[in-house]
């Protein structure tokens, strides 16, 4: 039995696809507020030119988009992700066409992949792959085991409203948080639209705002559960959690006292490497431990429940975190906001 055949025992999961002839002419929403009319008077061609000079005067280099193709292993993929810092990319072709977009991979994807064919082998004892060998398969075997398999496209010629109403549609069973974007004439991909660009946009634009800014999470109802997983904990485990539930990040509290230590993300398997792989059998508080040391992880991000939204906006921008917490008196995470929470609220109130 080969890697191919251990695959086939696993279910593509179901996406609800959108009709790109609707995607050409989306619904538009009923402009009733600064902020509404401010996106729907902007065009993604000109944002994506913005983001490009924005980008040039903060880091003094040129942005480049990243692609993997289909055909790149995983050990390609993922150091392609690691060079450029980055969790996700889209996978398109040689030409670059939206005929050839398979939709967005993440490294978790790639991981919880190569977990799962471990998995197999164990159970299949008499199968025995080496770490390179799985390693050197393409993504052709991932992209129907991706959690965010979602190949909606948005086009340049779309106002930042219509692409933002995309952007937060639930398309797959959670959502992404960024989508890709195609020239409407050419029908190749240019560039990349993120909750966090949108977010961005939102903090150097807080005048346009409505009044509702100025409430608390509590008032604005945004203040979700929290999914949390004690610190000791199998890496492995905590990050098929992530998977499995469709969710793009989990508290992790101390087994003790139950205080919130760390929120894991897919981020924290971001500069991982096939010689590093063995990390994810170490509990998580081992995992985090390395990954601290070496820099790797982001800051843990705590809100007061006083805090207004448009102080949450500012936190997560300076942060460049897709989460915040608030933890009660005795410092455990009792709700969390997360980005698209925050782009909706605001949109939408």
Request: glycine share 2%; net charge neutral; with cysteine.
């Amino acid at each position: 039995m080969n890697i191919d055949e251990i695959l086939t025992g696993i279910e593509s999961p179901v996406f609800n696809q959108i009709d790109h002839d609707k995607i050409a002419n989306p619904i538009v929403f009923i402009v009733c507020s600064k902020w509404t009319n401010f996106l729907n008077s902007r065009s993604v061609q000109s944002f994506l030119v913005y983001k490009q000079e924005f980008y040039e005067k903060k880091y003094n280099k040129t942005s480049q988009l990243i692609t993997l193709n289909p055909d790149n292993t995983f050990d390609e993929s993922l150091k392609i992700l690691s060079e450029n810092s980055i969790i996700s990319a889209p996978v398109i072709g040689e030409e670059q066409t939206l005929e050839e977009f398979k939709g967005f991979i993440d490294i978790l994807d790639i991981f919880v992949l190569i977990s799962y064919i471990f998995q197999r082998q164990k159970f299949y004892k008499e199968i025995e792959y080496s770490i390179t060998e799985i390693f050197n398969q393409s993504l052709k075997s991932a992209i129907n085991f991706s959690s965010l398999f979602d190949s909606r496209p948005i086009y340049d010629n779309m106002s930042l409203l219509q692409a933002l109403e995309v952007l937060l549609m639930p398309g797959s069973p959670f959502r992404g948080h960024r989508l890709a974007v195609f020239n409407s004439k050419t029908n190749k991909i240019i560039g990349i639209l993120s909750q966090s660009d949108i977010l961005n946009l939102a903090r150097e634009n807080l005048h346009q705002l409505t009044p509702h800014s100025q409430k608390t999470p509590k008032e604005l109802k945004i203040m979700k559960p929290v999914i949390s997983i004690p610190s000791n904990t199998l890496s492995k485990d905590a990050f098929l959690l992530l998977h499995a539930n469709r969710v793009n990040g989990i508290a992790i509290v101390d087994p003790q006292n139950g205080k919130l230590i760390h929120s894991l993300s897919t981020s924290d398997l971001k500069y991982l490497s096939k010689s590093e792989v063995y990390l994810i059998s170490l509990p998580i508080s081992k995992y985090l431990e390395y990954i601290k040391n070496s820099n790797l992880t982001k800051k843990l991000i705590i809100v007061n429940s006083q805090s207004k939204l448009f102080d949450i906006v500012n936190i997560m921008c300076n942060h460049r975190v897709h989460r915040v917490y608030i933890n009660d008196d005795d410092d455990k995470p009792c709700a969390v906001i997360t980005i698209s929470d925050v782009l909706s609220t605001i949109l939408n109130c």
